[in-house]
Each structure stands twice: as structure tokens, then as C-alpha cells.
């Protein structure tokens, strides 16, 4: 069997072999994924022994993703653009890196959650590698404006500063700190791209940015109702997401990259989620 697997440190939580395999018996698609941890300094040479193995391809999560791009031969736009990778593919003696996070977000946002972003008011939260991995695909589906907004707001207007020097986001992304949200408010979406729900930390978010139809959508899936998630719906928004449908999503992205099959996400979605109490 062509052998595939993806790689980080702690890796024992992750449920990619699970969707690989799911999405492997649906399609027909014979292959073997599994979790591989790697040293927190030995991420070339665990990936230079699983490709010594007969190794396909790797999905990679945190801490390595800036790893992967540097150890790729050649990166997609998208990854260059977001700075780290999520899947490498092996073609001989060539590895590709590529970032599928952000069109798996936008696509668990317009066609699972019926969230259209074209013209819609988005606030993204944070200014880190998650978020960086987001803002080329949101930018593309046409949003009216997109703020970044970080507890360092010095760190979003990097990002923003970055992204407009590869000539993205023009009169749309601009950038700003928690305290003056209020002035930008309400917004059609809000996406928290921080790692505060996986510390079941609060933001400090003026309860003016969530309007009455607002889609709350955290990044971190599994943890119920995160911190983020009771803001929002403490502000009387009834329409809440976590990032599960991101996480399948991108991994049928990498299934098609690597198989030239993609995978019905649905049967996936509906099987690993869990109800946000």
C-alpha cells in the first residue's frame, strides 16, 4: 500500500488518520495513514526516514509547518504567501509543500455553514501562522473589508503590511487591537484564529462586534463550547461553528492533491462531530 502519515509534536489528539482512512474506503483508494511524532529537532530526519520507507506524501501539523516549507524543493503560492505548509507530497527525489488550511476554512464556511463571504463584513482574530494560513483564500472570496485584529496590534499590521506588499487586500484588510473593535463594528463573521480556546481563555472583545446574525466560527474543534463561543453567544448570536469542518475539509484537499479523488466530506463531518455544549 502507498503509505502516508501525518506528522507533529504531541500527535496522539490528531483524528487525520481516522478522515484518511475514512475517505480512503469510500473512494476505493488502497493506502495506509498513520501518526508519526517527531523530536521537536528532528523533523528533516524523521520525514528523510519516512520517505526512505516508501513514504507517499505528509500531512504536518504544529510545531512544524514553518519547517516544511523550508524543507520542501518547491511551495505553492499559497504557501509562500501564508508561510508554512500543511502537506508535502514526495515525487521522487523532489518534495512540494502546499497549505490547504484557509480553502478548507472557506469552504467549511460557504458550502457547510451557508456563510457567504462575498460582500460580508469579516473580523479575523489573531495575527499568527493560522491566521496567516486564512487571509489569502477570505481575500479571494470578495469580503467588503477584512480586520485582523490581535492583542498586539503591532503584530496584525505587520501581517497586513506583508500581505499588501505582495499586493493583496487593498482597501479591504486593514488591522487593529482588540480595544478599538467597537469602532469597526458589527461584523457578518468572526473567525477566531487564536490560541486562546485551547487555554479556555476569553478575548477581550467589546460585545459591539457580534450583530444579530452573526456567524461565530472558532478554528479549535472538539472543546465544546470554547470561551469565544459563550461571548458570542452571551451577545445573543444563535449561529456557532467550530473548526471540525476545517480540519475535514482541508484533509480532503490534501487527499485530491495527493490521490486525484476528493472525497464526499459530509459522511466524515457528520460522523466526528459532537454537539457544542
Not at 138 to 147: H, R, S
Not at 251 to 264: H, S, Y
Amino acid at each position: 500500500m502507498d503509505r502516508y502519515a501525518v506528522i507533529g509534536h504531541p500527535i496522539g489528539h490528531s483524528k487525520s488518520p481516522l478522515i484518511h482512512t475514512l475517505f480512503a474506503r469510500a473512494t476505493g483508494q488502497a493506502l495506509e495513514y498513520s501518526a508519526i511524532e517527531a523530536p521537536l529537532d528532528g523533523f528533516a530526519a524523521t520525514l528523510d526516514a519516512f520517505r526512505a520507507a516508501g513514504g507517499r506524501g505528509v500531512n504536518v501539523t504544529l510545531p512544524f509547518k514553518l519547517e516544511a516549507c523550508a524543507y520542501a524543493d518547491e511551495v505553492s503560492e499559497r504557501a509562500r504567501i501564508a508561510g508554512a505548509a500543511n502537506a508535502l507530497i514526495f515525487d521522487g527525489a523532489r518534495c512540494r509543500a502546499d497549505n490547504f488550511d484557509g480553502v478548507g476554512l472557506v469552504r467549511d464556511l460557504t458550502v457547510n455553514l451557508g456563510q457567504p463571504l462575498a460582500g460580508q463584513r469579516v473580523l479575523l482574530l489573531g495575527a499568527g501562522g493560522a491566521a496567516r494560513g486564512a487571509l489569502q483564500p477570505l481575500l479571494q472570496a470578495g469580503p467588503a473589508c477584512l480586520v485582523v485584529a490581535n492583542r498586539d496590534a503591532t503584530k496584525a499590521d505587520d501581517l497586513v503590511r506583508t500581505l499588501a506588499a505582495l499586493g493583496l487586500g487593498h482597501g479591504v484588510l486593514s488591522a487593529c487591537g482588540y480595544p478599538v473593535l467597537a469602532q469597526h463594528a458589527p461584523f457578518d463573521l468572526i473567525i477566531n484564529a487564536t490560541a486562546a480556546s485551547l487555554h479556555a481563555e476569553p478575548l477581550p472583545l467589546p460585545p459591539q462586534v457580534f450583530g444579530p446574525h452573526t456567524l461565530a466560527y472558532d478554528m479549535v474543534y472538539g472543546k465544546g463550547l470554547t470561551p469565544f463561543l459563550r461571548q458570542a453567544q452571551a451577545a445573543g448570536v444563535t449561529r456557532l461553528a467550530d473548526g471540525l469542518g476545517m480540519l475535514v475539509e482541508q484533509a480532503a484537499e490534501t487527499f485530491a492533491w495527493w490521490r486525484g479523488v476528493r472525497p464526499d466530506t459530509r459522511p466524515v463531518i457528520a460522523q466526528l462531530s459532537v454537539p457544542l455544549t
